[in-house]
């Protein structure tokens, strides 16, 4: 059975002229093992919600999970799918992709990332057993890691926080191959795997990669562990492959007629290409429905579910977010700030309208990666989510900002829950790549990243974005929010949640803010990425004037100053590009309005704001890092005050 697997990667990567035949060669006897005698799936539910995850970590060897969907009967893989590895359009790209292929569980390629993310999907499954109970969520994740991704940074940064979790719903199948595309690890490597994981809390062990019953043993011992546990399987890359196997020349290119032929002859393969012989098919295929009976009597037990109940789990699995109660939720947060009208740190107003949407949305799971008092992500009353207590909603990623941005990423594939956290802007670099993996995938995770310019102050030019926002806006896909007071943070926090098929970021400011909008107007203007805040006095405007976030109270001051020029000018606020640049040209035209003079303030770099103020258009913001010193000083200090944005204004309108 683990022979049909190589076959299909030798023969797809060899028609594709490209692909990595090593690892589901040398993983094949591992992956076999798992999914004919370990994983609850059935391919006839693909989504089936208390499914066993599998976390194919080392997306290069995509071809194994490719051959391991089609062997078991998933509909999504056929053998036609197979011939067409990496071809345009096909369900079987390069690396795995969850939107392409039903039976893919994430997205993985950038090595480090889907161990790293099944530990949020392992986290997830504890948090909903504890909420649903055992009948309803009890599920294992399952990853095959590779040298690679045990070697990346992030994957120390995650299993930190398994171990300490004590997620043992977690099992990682090591591809223990010590070949990586340089050759052998020992050329860059010599850390002892069962040693580090040992030290994080793991149960780990070595077998041999290519013994059935060995493989089945160390799962069965793992599922017992009350820990996470590492099971470094010893495997020869590209096993069977007579001059090739143990070599790194197997790992990304195709073997070759000759050496295919002889592997065929060694590991005693007779089928010509792309064809599984009837008996061997047909054992995968019993194998693949064998948990089908565990699905039909969950479905029948989540039946039998209290009326209320069950449609409160089918909404959280499906991920809907009712429009009403947001509506309701967004009124309340408003009536809130109507009461009690004060200058607030965005920070603290994201704190204000979490103590709302919390209790309102229980999928909602917070955290933050140490900064739990600077970014104001844990309203009051939410309890910690601990081993102790996995019904708790808030997680203490500890210092760990990579493996905190993928666990998100792995909540909100597992589904369920809604998860959001918090660090600094400026260490949104420290979380990009998992981002990124976000917007490819089109996951709601939602990141508060606060202290998002100079106005942070004191901490100085390490702590102070500059270029972060416009690298976050590079981003396709991502929703960037910068909200300029205490109203649009809680319309931003709504576009957030409602938007169920995107990653959003919302940057806040450390600093006290002034209310800027009515509390009382229930519409959100916000929603269409920009809008007018204040209209032209005394005239048709002859300066429109753009800012987000902090900057926008600035930009109100210079509208007072330019009055006092006699010159009209009006705000506009953009609290996300996103939002703005996708609607229609005569929208966006209907905003950016036809003053002759526009200017732009954001305390940052410009790059960005020429799609709105056009190239001929001022700025004014930071052109450098910035500097330590209290708040006020630094505004001061590069420019970004009424006074110069008037300036600037002024100096554009002579100019005509
Ligand atoms: C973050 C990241 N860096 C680099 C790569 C390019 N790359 C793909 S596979 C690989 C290493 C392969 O070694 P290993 O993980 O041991 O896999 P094997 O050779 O056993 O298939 C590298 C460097 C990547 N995919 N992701």
């Known amino acids: 059975m683990a022979n049909a697997i190589r076959a299909l990667a030798m023969d797809a990567v060899e028609k594709a002229k490209s692909g990595h035949p090593g690892l589901p060669m040398g993983a094949a006897d591992i992956a076999t093992v798992l999914f004919t ?184 011992a793992a599922q017992k562990s009350d820990k996470p546990s590492l099971i470094a399987c010893r495997t020869t890359i590209a096993f069977g492959a007579p001059t090739k196997a143990g070599s790194e020349k197997s790992h990304g290119s195709p073997l ?35 948990s089908r009976d565990l699905r039909t009597a969950w479905e029948s037990r989540v039946a039998a579910l209290p009326a209320d109940r069950k449609a409160e789990l089918e909404r959280r699995i499906a991920g809907t977010v009712p429009a009403d109660r947001l509506d309701a939720a967004l009124a309340e947060i408003k009536r809130q700030l109507a009461a009690d009208p004060k200058d607030r740190a965005s920070r603290s107003s994201s704190e204000l309208a979490l103590g709302v949407l919390v209790p309102a949305f229980p999928e909602l799971i917070g955290g933050s990666a140490d900064l739990t008092g600077s970014n104001n992500t844990r309203p009051k009353g939410m309890p910690a989510l601990t081993p102790e207590d996995y019904g708790g909603r808030f997680i203490h990623y500890g ?36 981002i990124r993996l976000a917007c490819i995938m089109g996951r709601r995770v939602i990141h508060v990243m606060t202290h998002d310019s100079i106005g942070l102050g004191e901490d100085g030019p390490t702590h102070q974005p500059v270029e972060h926002l416009a690298a976050l806006r590079a981003i396709p896909h991502l929703l960037v929010f910068r909200p300029c007071d205490a109203v649009e943070t809680a319309e931003c926090w709504a576009l957030a949640l409602g938007s169920n098929h995107r990653p959003s970021v919302l940057a806040l400011s450390r600093q006290n803010l002034p209310q800027l909008r009515d509390a009382a107007a229930a519409e959100n203007p916000c929603a269409g990425g920009a809008y007018e805040l204040l209209p032209a006095e005394g005239g048709p405007a002859k300066v429109s004037l753009f800012a987000s976030g902090s900057e926008v109270a600035i930009a109100v001051a210079a ?55 056009g190239s001929h258009g001022g700025f004014v913001g930071m052109t450098g890092f910035g500097a330590s010193g209290p708040a006020p000083d630094l505004y001061r200090h590069f420019g970004i005050t009424p006074e110069r944005v008037a300036e600037v204004a002024l100096g554009k309108l002579q100019a005509l």
Not at 585 to 602: K, S
């Open 37 to 220: 005698r370990v994983l609850k799936l059935d391919p006839a539910a693909p989504h089936w919600f208390d499914r066993d995850r599998f976390v194919l970590s080392a997306g290069h060897g995509s071809m194994l999970l490719y051959a391991l969907l089609h062997l078991t009967g998933f509909q999504s893989v056929s053998m036609e799918d197979i011939r067409n590895f990496r071809q345009l359009g096909s369900r079987t790209p390069g690396h795995p992709e969850v939107e392409a292929t039903e039976g893919v569980e994430t997205t993985t390629g950038p090595l480090g990332q889907g161990i790293s993310t099944a530990v949020g999907m392992a986290i997830a499954e504890r948090h909903l057993a504890a909420e649903y109970g055992p009948d309803i969520v009890d599920h294992h994740t399952y990853v095959l890691a590779s040298d690679g991704d045990l070697m990346e940074g992030i994957s120390q940064e995650a299993i930190a926080l398994a171990g300490h979790l004590k997620l043992s719903r977690l099992i990682v199948l090591f591809d223990d191959n010590g070949i990586s595309i340089d050759g052998p690890i020992r050329l860059a490597d010599s850390v002892d795997q069962l040693k580090r994981f040992e030290a994080a809390g793991w149960d780990a062990c070595r077998i041999d990669g290519h013994d059935p019953a060995a493989i089945l043993a160390a799962i069965e």
């Open 256 to 290: 070759g007629a000759e050496e295919i032929a002889g592997a065929r002859k060694t590991l005693g393969w007779d089928a010509p290409a792309f064809v599984v012989p009837d008996d061997i098919l047909s054992l995968w295929r019993t194998a693949g429905a064998r």
């Open 399 to 434: 210092i760990r900002e990579h493996g905190m941005a993928a666990a998100m990423n792995g909540m909100a594939l597992h589904g369920g829950v809604v998860p959001y956290s918090g660090t600094f802007l400026v260490f949104s670099d420290y979380c990009r790549p998992s």
């Open 559 to 613: 509208r007072k100053r330019l009055a006092e020029f006699g010159v009209p000018a009006r705000v506009v606020s953009v609290p996300c590009f996103e939002l703005f640049l996708e609607r229609p040209e005569a929208e966006r035209e209907a905003v950016i309005g036809d003053a002759p003079v526009r200017v732009a303030v954001e305390a940052a770099i410009r790059q960005g704001w020429d799609a709105i103020v």
